[in-house]
């Protein structure tokens, strides 16, 4: 399964279920930046590799917030599925 396959997937659960908006994180229960395989759901649901970000899924949008080190990798890894951008300070 793609990417946008698994994002299309997951807006169709979220219509059926009426959910607005889906958060991603990246941590683990410990808030861990490096977690196990089991815990990359982020990294899963929108391909993004970097060890730092939350992603939100909504209909209409998708984006990722992320820190400086990775700005540029997840606007490359994730344009033209997600297309919000926000930076952590």
Not at 7 to 23: G, N
Not at 52 to 79: C, H, N, P, S
Request: hydrophobic share 40%.
């Amino acid at each position: 399964m793609t990417v946008k396959e698994r994002i299309t997937a997951l807006r169709e659960v979220m219509a059926e279920k009426k959910i607005d908006a889906y958060l991603v994180p990246t941590d683990d229960f410990h808030a861990s930046e490096y977690v196990g395989e089991y815990f990359k759901c982020r990294k899963y649901i929108t391909g993004f590799t970097g060890s730092a970000g939350r992603a939100v899924i909504m209909q209409d949008m998708a984006g990722l917030w992320t820190d400086g080190r990775y700005f540029i990798q997840a606007a490359a890894q994730l344009f033209p599925l997600c297309t919000s951008f926000w930076k952590k300070n």
